[in-house]
Nanobody, 124 residues
């Protein structure tokens, strides 16, 4: 059974950092394009980042470029999202997913599998 489990969320002050993890089971994460997306309270889902399977190319929405970094650890079958310089507007539940159409498709709507998410709260 394919499964994704996120962890690493928490409460952090503006300007702080967090490192989210997404551990896969039932499939090899390296073989697929993988994404991070988030949903803030009362808002629509928003794609945050995607990492391709073949060449490891990474993609980000403009609002997180230069602050967030997506990466993978093949040995642990885990994907990470390093978040720095966090802002109040980064507060959301962060999910990882496997986009049906890869990084060229939707990062948050058309998914083959996704996790339950981990809550990131940025507050002073």
């Amino acid at each position: 059974q394919m499964q994704l489990v996120e962890s690493g969320g928490g409460l952090v002050q503006p300007g702080g950092s967090l490192n989210l993890s997404c551990t896969a089971s039932g499939f090899t994460l390296d073989y697929y394009h993988m994404s991070w997306f988030r949903q803030a309270p009362g808002k629509e889902r928003e794609g945050v980042s995607c990492i391709s399977s073949s060449d490891g190319m990474t993609y980000y929405i403009d609002s997180v470029k230069g602050r967030f970094t997506v990466s993978r650890d093949s040995a642990k079958n885990t994907m990470y999202l390093q978040m720095h310089s966090l802002k109040l507007e980064d507060t959301a539940v962060y999910h990882c997913g496997r986009p049906t159409r890869g990084c060229g498709g939707s990062w948050y709507n058309d998914l083959e599998v996704w996790g339950q998410g981990t809550l990131v709260t940025v507050s002073s």
